[in-house]
């Protein structure tokens, strides 16, 4: 491949200028929103007040000549020349990337914890088996039997389940609180770890549930996704604040 150019697609080789004109001419729009989000990085880190150190600047850089294979600074700028990456460039990926960083470490205890709560809410996990049946009465009398301790769910399975069912114990998931259906959500957020929950209807068919335990998580396990999330939250009131106009 020619030296000067940036990439090849097929048999045909792209300048910097050639790659960067066709992408503004093919997707010129997904550009500016894509520009517009990460320019909104900056206007939060300064809304934040993050103060960027030298290390913090230089850190984005050596994270991106790793990603290419570039481990030599020396390789690092000669690729930057052949490509035609300009200075102003580099300047900018730093300031983007490190600020990125930066403003989840700026978030505060309070402000993670009052984000736990509702993270908390919507991620707890429930984790349930199904029993399908055919008819409300057939399920009333499957129910009457459990509850009578006649027989257990994981033997209703099997006596009662297709073979689908029978081969996967009646499992349907750990699902999250935010993601239960809309049919039995309410039973399930009313039940306790081993209540038995229905009859219920859903499209037609009947089913009994059985709550097998709930797992909530816990603020260490999911404080680098609350961080992630605050920032994906907040960017997107700065990302609308940036104006991004054609040069005439």
Known sequence: MNKNSFMRVNDQELSTDDTLALMYLLDGYEIRE??????????????????LTNLDLQQGLDELRYQLGLERATNFQ?????KKVPPNALRLFSQITACRDAIKKS???????????????????YCLFCLPLPTEQ????????????????????QDHGDSETRSNGGFIGEIPCIELPEEYAESVLSASIGDLIGPLQDDGEWSLLF???????????????LRENMLNDGLKYFTDRVVVLDAE
């Open 34 to 51: 894509s520009i517009k989000a990460h320019f909104g990085i900056l206007e939060f880190a300064r809304a934040r007040k993050v103060e």
């Open 78 to 82: 000669q690729w930057c020349l052949v």
């Open 107 to 125: 978030f505060t205890e309070d402000e993670i914890n009052a984000s736990f709560v509702e993270f908390k809410k919507d991620e707890t996990l």
């Open 138 to 157: 057939e399920a009333l009398n499957v129910h009457s039997e459990i509850i009578a301790q006649n027989t257990t769910f994981a033997e209703a399975i």
């Open 211 to 225: 709550l097998h335990d709930i797992i909530e998580p816990t603020l260490e396990d999911c404080e680098a996704q």
